[in-house]
């Protein structure tokens, strides 16, 4: 199985100001389509996992631009510019490059 | 809006078979992919299998010899069966629909729509 690392594991962010969490997989995501197969989720505090990117940077519907994702191969990288207290909660990346399916430890971002 | 609503028993005793329904209300499952995910306490998600309509399904290797996945038209559901449960199973299970990208033409799946979840306590 493909193994997902983040970094960090936790986030104390100010709001106004940039976050961005690192995930690492142990084989390359990039196909030969030239798009690498990753998703980012979040889950905020007592709630289901959300889509906010996939195919590495792809924002899904109704995310705001203020979230952005980059990368390819193994490293890649969410980038929240100006956090706001509603993005806080635990982000996870998810590969699909390889079956099965798998997700990082989750980086868990807290207001200062 | 189309919404997910998992349901079973929140207990299951060890090496018996734990059992959730999942109901899709205001949309068809027929289409898309369905999928149930589970979240050991304080822990991470996993993946655990997937179905499409036509009946095609995908396991996770290491859960593959224990789960069934199974679909029912008629009433708008999907269903998870694990069998010989143990502690290592306690966890929060979702289901989840794959929907796919519509933004490229070639075929690509992610979770856009998730149940809340239900808590099975092996125990």
């Known amino acids: 199985d493909i193994v997902m690392t983040q970094s960090p594991l936790s986030l104390p962010v100010t709001p106004g100001e940039s976050a961005s969490i690192s995930c690492r997989s142990s084989q390359s995501l990039l196909r030969s389509n030239g798009y690498n197969y990753l998703d980012w989720y979040l889950q905020k505090p007592g709630q289901s996992p959300q889509v906010l990117i996939y195919?590495?940077?792809i924002r899904a519907s109704g995310v705001p631009d203020r979230f952005s994702g980059s990368g390819s191969g193994t490293d890649f990288t969410l980038k929240i510019s100006r956090v706001e207290a509603e993005d806080v909660g635990v982000y996870y990346c998810m590969q699909l490059e390889q079956a099965p399916r798998t997700f990082g430890q989750g980086t868990k971002v807290e207001i200062k | 809006q189309v919404q997910l609503q998992e349901s079973g028993p929140g207990l299951v005793k060890p090496s018996e078979t734990l059992s959730l329904t999942c109901t899709v209300s205001g949309g068809s499952i027929t289409s898309s992919y369905w999928a149930w995910l589970r979240q050991p306490p304080g822990k991470g998600l996993e993946w655990i299998a997937y179905i499409y309509y036509s009946g095609t399904t995908n396991y996770m290797p290491s859960l593959k010899s224990r789960v069934t996945i199974s679909l029912d038209t008629s009433k708008n559901q999907f269903s998870l069966k694990m069998s010989s449960v143990t502690a290592a199973d306690t966890a929060v299970y979702y289901c989840a629909r794959l929907n796919g990208a519509t933004t490229v033409t070639f075929p690509y799946h992610y979770f856009d729509l998730w149940g809340r979840g239900t808590l099975v306590t092996v125990s």
């Open positions: 195919l590495g940077s």
